[in-house]
């Protein structure tokens, strides 16, 4: 404990004095000059730096370089972005901002690509991102921040509104994207998404009735999206517990940019310092790097090309009764995206292409299973952008295929290297052309109707299908918003590990949100109902969720609670799935101090997940095992609550050479013993709690340049 204190001291205040330049300032309305109070001033190079007006409207922000963007931001404003000039160190600089047209939706440079941005519930921006204590700079954790993310554990996975992840929608500059997470597991289920936070500009969630103008999806999208912008000149290096980053940005002329990143990462130093905590983590190895490069033929056509190589493996300790042993994880990745983008006075289009290629294996025991995919997106859409009318159409093609083989246990309870087992070679392609259209009318000041269609017209093995919604968005005045949406959505799932055919998923869905803005405080309220099918199975959902926040000049928090009720049913059972709680509770605060040290905290309640309880165990001679007998479905039984407390502390120096950031994050503060599951001993009559992350502490250092 004293070795991580005095490391977390030593990170906080080093450098500290070292020389810098100031800009000072005031911020005020541009109507009335009136000082806004609380209003954020940012670096575009480095959102983690900056500050917030005082009670007067003031504001002073050391900066390292005079060839950067000041960020200008207040609820109910329109953003402004500030090139700084010499002579801004000189004296005071005034900054008026506008209001905004509308005080609710928050999608700024994503406005353009997103027709259906009157709809969209949450937005987070890379600031929310970085800020977040629980994110660790991860987009997909941050958005697990949100209310109506209803994760019953701790992986990057998102489940929305009592939806699990497989409905979940996930796009990057509108190209979905099957495989997003990093260390997944033979079912998918990952820790961390594999974007790089320094190239998203913004992340829109639609938590239900996901628009149209989206497909593949049924309970809800998380859309990602690049910046259109040329990047900044800019160098970084990361060094923390696991390992070296790098990342640079250049501009290659007036309207050509490039960046490229790079990350190693290996186990050494986290388990180090935490190995109580990950006694079970073997390895950890990973090399990741990225290339992206945008170009401008023009003020309103720009090209975006993506391309990111994962290599990864890892070794965890796992234990099974009869049995403990190693699992085994491998995987190698590429993932490729292409936009183009032109706009001509009203009218816009868009191709995109993207194309996806992973092979990994997984292992323990007697289990030994590999998997390759490849998926391949191209799309085409046409926009009209009028004052009050908006419509866009297009078609998409998308080809999915997945290799699954190898060897599995003949019994699930019998997983040791001598034990039976069977071997398996499947291979599963579907192609999916769809069109679709999507409009939306402004009908006066107060009210907003959208429409769309999508239509698959059927294709080889898959019959033709469609999906449809309708949308109302009432804004009775300035700071409030009602949304009223309806749909019906179908799509279909690649098989994974221990499935053999692809699944039909369908959902019906019924959502009324309410929104509101004044002045340092925020809020919503939302009622949902939704009935989904997966396969043969219902799923009914309904859920309601209330959230409120504060944006104080140095003090900032929120808080949240949602109830969700999510069932499976068939002709004999129904009973609870993972995603049914009775509450679940989030609370964030955070506190900067003046010289730009940040002390962040966030708190998670949750009622225990539902499971079937061992009421006992037959001896199987002949395996030299026994056989679980477990309760039945509708006589399942709660784990425990699940409470989590994470913090973070960082402070950012300006430096003369760059800015230098540093941090310590500790996650599960208290060690929390939250119960993940049970297993047993051999016989089944002692159960082991086996357990969710315990407490870890994290630190590192980021230096700009």
């Known amino acids: 404990m004293k070795n991580w204190l005095f490391y977390a001291c030593l990170l906080l205040w080093l450098c500290n004095g070292l020389d810098a330049q100031t800009i000072k300032g005031i911020v005020v309305d541009h109507d009335n000059k009136e000082p806004l109070i609380g209003a954020n001033v940012f670096l575009k190079s480095d959102f983690s730096k900056g500050c917030q007006t005082d009670l007067d409207g003031n504001f002073s922000l050391t900066v390292s370089s005079l060839s950067d963007t000041l960020l200008i931001t207040y609820i109910g404003y329109s953003d402004l972005w500030l090139p700084i000039k010499e002579d801004m160190t000189d004296a005071p600089v005034k900054i008026k901002l506008k209001a905004a047209a509308t005080t609710i939706s928050t999608v700024t440079v994503s406005a353009k690509k997103l027709v259906s941005r009157e709809f969209a519930v949450e937005s987070i921006n890379k600031l929310d991102i970085y800020l977040n204590p629980s994110a660790k700079a991860d987009a997909l954790l941050a958005v697990q921040s949100l209310p109506s993310v209803t994760n019953s554990d701790e992986a990057a996975n998102i489940s929305l509104r009592g939806s699990p992840p497989s409905e979940t929608g996930i796009f990057l500059n509108n190209v979905p994207l099957n495989d997003v997470v990093r260390f997944d597991q033979a079912n998918g289920i990952g820790q961390f998404s594999i974007f790089n936070t320094n190239l998203i500009e913004t992340v829109n969630v639609f938590p239900s009735n996901p628009p149209l103008e989206f497909g593949h999806a049924t309970s809800g999208v998380v859309a990602l999206y690049t910046d259109d912008e040329l990047p900044e000149r800019l160098t970084g290096v990361s060094l923390n517990l696991v390992g070296l980053g790098v990342y640079r940005s250049q501009q290659l002329g007036k309207q050509t940019a490039m960046v490229a990143y790079g990350n190693l990462n290996t186990h050494h130093g986290l388990v180090g310092l935490n190995r109580s905590s990950l006694e079970n983590l073997n390895s950890l190895q990973t090399i990741d790097g990225g290339i992206y490069a945008i170009h401008r033929f023009g003020p309103s056509t720009v090209l975006k090309v993506f391309n990111f190589s994962l290599f990864e493996k890892y070794q965890y300790k796992s234990r099974f009764p009869g049995y403990s042993g190693l699992y085994r994880q491998k995987k190698d990745r590429n993932l490729s995206i292409v936009n183009f983008s032109h706009r001509y006075k009203k009218f816009q289009w868009q191709v995109n292409q993207g194309f996806n290629f992973s092979q990994a294996s997984y292992s323990i025991g007697v289990l030994d299973v590999s998997s390759k995919t490849a998926d391949y997106h191209a799309s085409a859409t046409a926009s009209y952008l009028g004052n009050s009318t908006t419509l866009k159409a297009g078609v998409s093609y998308d080809m999915y295929k997945v290799q699954l083989g190898g060897v599995f246990p003949l019994y699930e309870y019998a997983f040791g290297e001598d034990h039976p087992s069977g071997t398996f070679d499947t291979l599963q392609r579907v192609n999916s052309p769809e069109v679709f259209v999507y409009g939306k009318k402004n009908l006066n000041d107060y009210w907003t109707v959208g429409a769309g269609f999508r239509w698959h017209p059927g ?247």
């Open 459 to 705: 294709l080889g093995s898959l019959p033709a299908y469609e999906s449809v919604q309708a949308n109302i968005a009432y804004q009775p005045k300035k700071g409030h918003q009602f949304i009223l949406s309806v749909g019906e959505y179908e799509k279909f799932r690649l098989p994974r590990s221990g499935e053999d055919a692809v699944i039909r998923q369908h959902s019906r869905q019924l959502s009324i949100d309410y929104r509101w803005q004044k002045s340092r405080w925020g809020g919503n309220l939302a009622f949902y109902g939704k009935q989904n099918k997966q396969g043969t199975i219902d799923n009914p959902i309904y859920g309601a969720e209330f959230f409120i926040s504060y944006e104080g000049t140095n003090l900032s928090g929120s808080f949240s609670v949602a109830s969700i009720q999510s069932t499976f049913q068939t002709e004999e059972l129904e009973y609870p799935t993972a995603y049914d709680m009775d509450y679940y509770i989030r609370a964030m605060l955070k506190y900067r101090f003046n010289g730009g040290l940040e002390i962040s905290g966030v708190y998670r309640l949750r009622e225990g997940r539902y499971y079937q309880p061992v009421i006992g165990a037959q001896a199987r001679p002949f395996l030299n095992v026994y056989e679980p007998i477990y309760a039945s479905l509708e006589e399942g039984e709660r784990l425990p609550a699940y409470q989590l407390l994470d913090m973070s502390v960082s402070r950012l120096f300006a430096t003369s050479f760059g800015t230098l950031i540093t941090y310590v994050n500790v996650n599960n503060v208290f060690d929390q013993r939250n119960i993940r599951y049970f297993t047993y001993n051999e016989d089944y009559t002692q159960p082991v709690e086996e357990y969710f992350n315990r407490r870890v502490v994290f630190f590192g250092v980021v230096l700009q340049f």
